[in-house]
Nanobody, 114 residues
Framework: QVQLVESGGGLVQAGGSLRLSCAAS????????MGWYRQAPGKQRELVAT???????MYADSVKGRFTISRDNAKNTVNLQMNSLKPEDTGVYYC????????WGQGTQITVAT
């Protein structure tokens, strides 16, 4: 099992930026895919961005051009740089890691105020 700890959530004004980090308890080279999902109130959890072990990335259409996923191999972290934030980006953001099975972080709240 992979332990994931998120950090970097908070309140930001529309148009602002935030950076999320997710620290894994194992080497990220042992993880097939890492990334971020989010869940807005009353909605299903949805993919935001993912990165495979080989470095391939995938983004939700709604965040393309605004969000960037990256990783720090030395620190075993995956990061999400979020720019030009919109109120509809509000939600709980979960770090995700696929290794043997799905692993999830505890979630961090992002609130984008108008």
């Amino acid at each position: 099992q992979v332990q994931l700890v998120e950090s970097g959530g908070g309140l930001v004004q529309a148009g602002g930026s935030l950076r999320l980090s997710c620290a894994a308890s194992v080497s990220i080279f042992s993880i097939n895919t890492m990334g971020w999902y989010r869940q807005a109130p009353g909605k299903q959890r949805e993919l935001v961005a993912t990165m495979t072990r080989g470095g391939s990335t995938m983004y939700a259409d709604s965040v393309k051009g605004r969000f960037t996923i990256s990783r720090d191999n030395a620190k075993n972290t995956v990061n999400l740089q979020m720019n030009s934030l919109k109120p509809e980006d509000t939600g709980v953001y979960y770090c995700y890691a696929l290794r043997d099975w799905n692993n999830w972080g505890q979630g961090t709240q992002i609130t984008v105020a108008t």
